[in-house]
C-alpha cells in the first residue's frame, strides 16, 4: 500500500495564527562583504511566515488547516493568499487591509557556509484583536483538533488561545525566541516546540535539558516540551503521571549525557532514543516525572543540503500531524525530522516541503495508521 493510498487522520482540521511573508530568496556563493556586489546564483519568491510555512506543511501532509493572520490588498499580500490556497490552506479567517503593506522577508542564502541571514519588514497595518471577528473566530475553531501559534500578533493570539481553552482544544506554541506576550501564551500551551537558544534564555538555567525541567515545572499544564537543535537533532521532556513509589530518581544532565552514548552514528535517517519513566533532577531548579527523549537529526549529504530555511517550521507542522496522527514519541521525532530534512533540499522554507505521497515518509505513515488508541 503507499502512502497516499492510506487515509489521513480522522481528526484533520487543525488552525494556526500568525504570521505570513512573501520571501526574496538570494542564494549566493559566499556571503558579501560591505560595499561588496556579488551575483545570485538563484533567486526564488515565495510565501514564507512561521505560520504560513507550518501550515503548508501539515496541508501536504493531508490534514486540512485553516489560518488566522493579516496581509494588505497588495500584490504580495494577493500572492499570499493564492499560494496558501493553492496548497490547501483555508484563508477565510484572514483579516485584509485597504492599503498599508502585506510583510516581507529578503533571505540571503550562503551557499558555501550553509547559512541564511533574513532581513524582515512587517506588515502594516499590524493585525489587532478587532481584525477577527467573533464568528470568525468561531468559525475557524469549529471542530478543530489542535490550535497551533507561532508568537506573533499576540494581542489576537491571546483571544484565540482562551477561546481554545474554553472550548478544551489542546494548543502547541512555537517558542522561538522570547517575545511580548509568550508567557501568557505559554501557560495556556499543552505543547511547546523551543529554538535552541530560548529554553536557558527563558529560564536561566544553567543547561538545556535543566531548562527543559524548569519548563514543566512553570508550566504545569505542559504535557511536553521539545527543543530543536539542528543537525544536532532534538531533546523532548514528556511529563509522566505515572509515578511509582518506586521509580528512579537521576540528574537530566546525566540522563542525556546516557541517551547519547546509545546513538548509533554509523546511519543516516533519524531515529529516537528514549528513556523509562524517570524523576529527573534539575540541580537547583526542582524534579518532575518523566521520559527523556533523543532524536537525532538526518545526515544530509554536503551535495544535497541547499537552504535551511523553514526547516524548523517543517518540523513544527510535522509535529502537529503526528499528533493527530496519534504517532507516539519514538515515531514523531524521526517524522518529524524527516520532514525537516526533506525542506532543506530546496531552496525556500515551502519549495521542499513533502508531500503525503513522497515515498520517504511511507513507514512512517503505515506506523500511524496502525496505531490504535484506547480510553
Known sequence: MSSDSLPPPENRIVVGCGTVTVDYLAA???YPKPDDKIRTTSLKVQGGGNAGNALTCVARLGL?????SKVADDAQGKGILGELEADGVDTSPFAVSEGG???FSYIIVDNQMKTRTSIHTPGYPPMIPDDLSRASLLSALDGASIVYFDGRVHETASIVAQEAVRKRIPILIDAERVREGLDDL???ADYAICSAKFPQAWTEAPSVPSALVSILLRLPNIKFVIVTLGEDGCIMLERSVDEGPETEEISVDIL???????KDKTTAIPTCIS???????ANGIGTVCGRLFLGTAEKIPPSELIDTTGAGDAFIGAVVYALCANMPPETMLPFASRVAAANCRALGARTGLPHRSDPRLASFLHQSSQVVVTS
Do not use: F, G, H, M
Not at 275 to 281: K, P, Q, Y
Open 256 to 262: 542525556l549525557e546516557s541517551l547519547k552514548q546509545q
Open 101 to 103: 503593506n502585506s510583510p
Open 186 to 188: 505559554l501557560k495556556l
Open 275 to 281: 528513556s523509562s519513566v524517570t524523576r529527573l533532577r
Open 64 to 68: 486540512k488547516p485553516r489560518l488566522i
Open 28 to 30: 549566493v556563493a559566499a
